[in-house]
């Protein structure tokens, strides 16, 4: 899968982008990903991005010609256009495993107050929100995002189970788990886990998945979430 991500901050995204599981996952030629300077697309002496909002407000939006010029620069034949925004739909596990199918994203950070509304309906396939709240700027949810997706590639994971029974990928959240010491400070590690019988191991784990999801998320079971 190709990724290109363009902000005004690009170094937000190359450090946490290149550790890891991701750092890995480009080693091994399942992601090539790279992240760009909006400003490269500046086209004026000072290399500006922004300008003030028609109609009066707060704060700065940012211009049309540079993002025009950076999709044009960037898509191909089947890319997706994600913008990073609190006003998209909201990201879930469900949306990483169907971008997880595409062959190539191009990501766009916003910034300031906002991006001329002409980008996202000209160029733009779907807004994208990381959660209910507003991040300072969109480079971070982007790195939410691609972590999110990039996983969900075969061969990305050492062990291809550990996507598979994962929290949200069954509606419930994990059950909790345990290493040695068998014992530490007097508290015990439930004694199923130690037995060794995997259809008492699995149930048990079904239902402290339950419990768990019960308490903290409900909306889940309501299938809500
Ligand atoms: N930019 C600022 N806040 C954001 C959010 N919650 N999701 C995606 N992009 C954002």
């Given at each position: 899968m190709r990724i290109d991500i363009?902000?005004?901050?690009?170094?937000?995204?190359?450090?946490?982008?290149?550790?890891?599981?991701?750092?890995?996952?480009?080693?091994?030629?399942?992601?090539?990903?790279?992240?760009?300077?909006?400003?490269?697309?500046?086209?004026?002496?000072?290399?500006?991005?922004?300008?003030?909002?028609?109609?009066?407000?707060?704060?700065?939006?940012?211009?049309?010609?540079?993002?025009?010029?950076?999709?044009?620069?960037?898509?191909?034949?089947?890319?997706?256009?994600?913008?990073?925004?609190?006003?998209?739909?909201?990201f879930c596990q469900a949306e990483a495993e169907a971008f997880a199918e595409c062959g190539h994203l191009v990501v766009l950070c916003g910034h300031y107050e906002?991006?001329?509304?002409?980008?996202?309906?000209?160029?733009?396939?779907?807004e994208i929100s990381i959660g209910d709240y507003v991040l300072t700027n969109g480079a971070i949810a982007a790195n939410v995002f691609t972590d999110a997706v990039v996983r969900l590639i075969p061969g990305v994971l050492g062990d291809e189970r550990s996507a598979?029974?994962?929290?949200?990928?069954?509606?419930?959240?994990?059950?909790?788990?345990?290493?040695?010491?068998?014992?530490?400070?007097g508290m015990k590690v439930p004694a199923v886990l130690l037995e060794g019988n995997h259809a008492k191991i699995a149930a048990w784990k079904r239902e402290r998945a339950r419990e768990r999801t019960a308490a903290v998320r409900p909306d889940l079971l309501a299938g809500e979430g």
């Open positions: 363009v902000t005004i901050f690009p170094e937000m995204c190359a450090g946490p982008l290149g550790l890891s599981m991701m750092g890995r996952a480009r080693e091994k030629g399942l992601l090539d990903l790279r992240v760009h300077d909006l400003r490269e697309w500046a086209t004026d002496r000072h290399r500006r991005v922004d300008d003030e909002p028609y109609g009066g407000g707060q704060g700065m939006v940012m211009k049309c010609e540079p993002w025009f010029a950076a999709v044009e620069a960037l898509r191909g034949e089947g890319t997706r256009t994600v913008l990073m925004t609190p006003q998209g739909r909201r906002g991006i001329d509304h002409r980008v996202v309906e000209a160029l733009v396939d779907d598979e029974e994962e929290s949200f990928s069954d509606g419930l959240l994990e059950a909790p788990c345990y290493t040695r010491p068998a014992e530490f400070r």
